[in-house]
Every structure is written in C-alpha cells, then in structure tokens.
C-alpha cells in the first residue's frame, strides 16, 4: 500500500512540475508595406511606385500593381551593372569582343552601340555603354567576362536578385530582351534599385547624361534628362534607367530632387498615347505626374510628440499602481498632405498586451503603434512606459498562487490528486476496518477458549507430596 501512494504522488509531482512552465507562443509581427497615399493625378502605367528616398526605410508614397508581374526589358541592365561592379576589381580592366557576343543579338532588333568583333574596351566603357545608351552587345560581353559564359553570369543574376529577397524575380539574359520566363515585379525592381543606388559606381554610370563613343554622342534614353526631348524633359530628375519592348510596354525608374525632398519612380508597362496630337512614351510623363505629384501635395510635418499618451493598461503585481499609460517614444515627423487635419489622425497600438507585469522602468518599449491617416497607415512609432512602477512582492506571491491554482490543468490535477487520495483514504479505512474485525473475532475466539480452559468442572489439582 505504501508503494501504491508513493507512486501515485510522483507521478502527479511529475505531471505538475513538467506542464506548469508551459506558455503560449506569441506569433512574431509580419508587417506588409502599403501605400500611404492615393494619387489623385492622372496614370497610364500598369504599375508604379513612388518612393521616399529620404527615410532609411523607403516608405512607399504611392503605388499601384507593385507585386505584378511584370516584363522589365532593359531595366535588367541595372542587375547586369551590379553584378559586373560587384565581380570586377579593376573597372579599367579591358576585354575583347567575342563574335558568339555580337550572334546572340542577330536578328533580334535590340538597341546596340556598333561593337565589332576584336574591339578591345574597358569595363568602364562597357558598363556606360550598358546604363547611359541601353547597349544590348555591351551587355553579352560583359557576362562572357564576367561569368565566363552568359548563361553563368545570368545564374550570378538571379543568385544577386535573390539574395536581395526578390522572390518573384526570374532572368534569363542580361539585356532584357523578351523571353517569357524572364520577369519581375515593380517591387522587386525597386529593391533592387535601391541596393544598387548605395554603390557610387552605378550612380555615376546610371546619372551621366551622354558619352563618347567612336566620335558619337550617345545621351542618357531616360529622355526626361534631355532638354532637347521637350515632351518628356523634367528638370528635377536623375538617371537611372528604361526599358521597353512590345510585351513590357514603356518602363523607366528614375530619382528626382526638389527644395530638399527626394523620390524614386518605378513605372512599368506605361503606354504610347497620342498627347497633344504626339505619340507619347506615357512612362516618362507618369514619373513626372508623380513627383510633380508629391512636390505639390506632401510635406514634412511632425504628427506625434514624444510623450503624447496614447493608451493605458493594466500592471500586473504593481506597488501602489495598477494601471500605466503608454506615450510616444520619440517625435514622429513624416511626410503629409499639405492640408492635412490633424484631428482625423489616429494613433492604433498594434498588438499592445492585455497586461504588463511589475517591475516596469520609465521609457520601457511596450508595443508599436501605426498612425492613421484617410484610412492608411502613413507612419509607425514605439509606445513606452510613461512612468516606473516597482514589484509588490506580496501581490506577486499572492497572485502566483492565484493563478497557479486557478489554472483549469493545475485544478485538473489537484482532483484527481484529491479523489486519489480519498480512494486510498477509503481503502485503507476499510482495510483497517477489516483488520480491527479480524483483531477483535481473534481476541473474542482467544478469550472463548480462555474460559472454556478456566470452568471448574475441569479443574485439576495439585498432586500431593507424600511424606
């Protein structure tokens, strides 16, 4: 019996000390970025993105069809760019122009610089060839020398663009001629212009407005740089790149700077329309609408004050305090409407906790916050403690003793501890029943057989001593 209770009390014990320190998972934030505003201009792109270029975050300002799928065409030439920049330790290193180089274009109608078969040029002029003139033959040789094959410096390609976290992002040529399984979204392309954007080599390739080649001029085809393209020229506007064939329409990702405020355009798949009685490429004149756009419409204003409260919520086993209040960390200053009513922004904590548990510093990050604005989250901000609340050692015991024996396993456990103890309870009282009945019918037969040796009738005496 005692064996019996000693290994139900373990495995109780066991059960107990092995399931009480086990807790819910919190599910980790998985933020999607969205646009701020909506742009109330006119857009003929398919896709686009505006971006800000002067938060270290790159909010996105505006966009529409960013995870499209989408065919870059020559703006597959700013990877080619990095991926040779980041390969190539001596830009001045010269290479030959190999004949496969200038076949694999034949026929195809792509835009090339003229090389010849033996020309002898620098990476430097190459890589300008590829990002001021589009040079598709530039392209071919600079994967040959690069990834000793084109179709090795394709796969150093998409291995670049993944490592970037472009996931929906194929190539299949490093000059962007149309191939079905080589495509891309305007998001992928932003990031991948905005890593490219860090590297002072590609911004002097990508921003020079014309070169010298063989006694030609050749300018930039980000015809908004030209003051001779009247149509599309826009005065605050920097580099990077285009791109268009008949299946990727017009596309163009480009910089402008004006009064202090910088944006990048992503505009893919824009079309040809007849404007003003011209044929317009529409992907310069949606760039311009966008940053003309942002210029006009947003400005820099700080939407929260730091200390500004937010909410409350309870603590847990605090010393003269069972509540605290959350307030903003830092002054939120971010890009808003001009004729912004500050009374219609809203501050929502995002997955605040029901309760903080004591001891809690001043300043402690609790949760973030998103600020609202028309219906869109246009900044994020860290809500802390507004002030120090000290541990009551007392609550502390008395609610972990609370919550230890209100938790519905815990209680489980304690009946089914309480009905076994009962049941030995009862056995053993029955079984001691049992033996003080034994006991006592043993003793009444003992003493029954004491009397019957006691009756007189039985009685012997002593014999007699003879003298």
Known sequence: MKKLLVLFMTFNILIISVCAPFSAFAKSDIEKKQAMYDVNEKIYADSYMLINLDDDSFPIIAEKNMNKKKYPASLTKIVTAMVTINNVKDLNAKTKVSKAALLALANTGAQVAGLEEGEELTIDELLYLTMVYSACDACQVLGEYVGGTVENFVSMMNDWAKSLGCEHTNFVNPDGLHDDNHYTTAADMATITLEAMKNEDFMRYSTTKSIQYKKLTLIHTNYMLDRFHVTYYYEYAEGIKTGSTDEAGYCVITKASKDGYNYLAVVMDSPIKKLDGYDTKCSFIDAATLFEWAFDSLKYSTISRKNDIVTEIPVKNGKDADMVQLVVKDDITTLVPVSLDSSAVIIKPVE??????????????????????????????????????????????????????????????????????????????????????????????????DEELNRDDDYLPPPRKFR
Do not use: H, W
């Not at 916050?369 to 609340?389: C, G, H, M, R, S």
């Open 352 to 449: 605040a906790p029901e309760s903080i548990d004591a001891p809690i510093t001043k300043g402690d990050e609790i949760c973030k916050a998103e600020i609202i604005y028309a219906n869109k989250v246009i900044a994020n901000v860290t809500l802390v403690a507004a002030k120090t609340v000290e541990l009551s050692a007392f609550l502390k015991i008395f609610n972990g003793i609370k919550s230890f024996f209100g938790n519905k396993f815990v209680l489980s456990i304690l009946l089914l501890m309480i009905a076994g103890a009962a049941f030995y309870i009862l056995f053993f009282a029955n079984k001691l029943k049992k033996e003080k009945k034994r006991i006592a019918e043993k003793r009444r037969r003992q003493q029954e057989l």
